[in-house]
């Protein structure tokens, strides 16, 4: 039995521009990140399109492609440092440790 909604393609674009318009973000400011062809159309619409170790039709509608094994390499994309991370989470009272890269 499948319990909730069932998000397809064109859904996964409706929830990002449902989220966009509910909380004033226009869609240029957007970021968007998928693995396969149901996330084609959200990729597109995104003003960020992110393929993460994505099939070949996400790949070809992102606007980057990451084929990485840590997905916080998306916010360096956004320009955001691991300092920025450790000092957010020290502030939060988390400690995050660094990935191990073998």
Do not use: C
Not at 14 to 36: N, S, V
Not at 86 to 94: I, K
């Amino acid at each position: 039995e499948v319990v909730g909604v069932i998000v397809d393609r064109k859904g996964k674009q409706a929830a990002l521009e449902e989220f966009a318009e509910k909380y004033e973000i226009p869609m240029r400011r957007t970021i968007a990140i998928g693995d396969g062809a149901n996330d084609v159309s959200m990729l597109e619409a995104a003003g960020l399109g992110v393929s993460f170790n994505g099939k070949a039709a996400a790949r070809e509608a992102a606007d980057a492609a990451l084929s990485v094994p840590y997905l916080d390499s998306v916010l360096y994309l956004m320009g955001i440092t691991r300092e920025d991370i450790e000092g957010a989470d020290a502030r939060a009272g988390v400690v995050t440790p660094a990935p191990v890269i073998s």
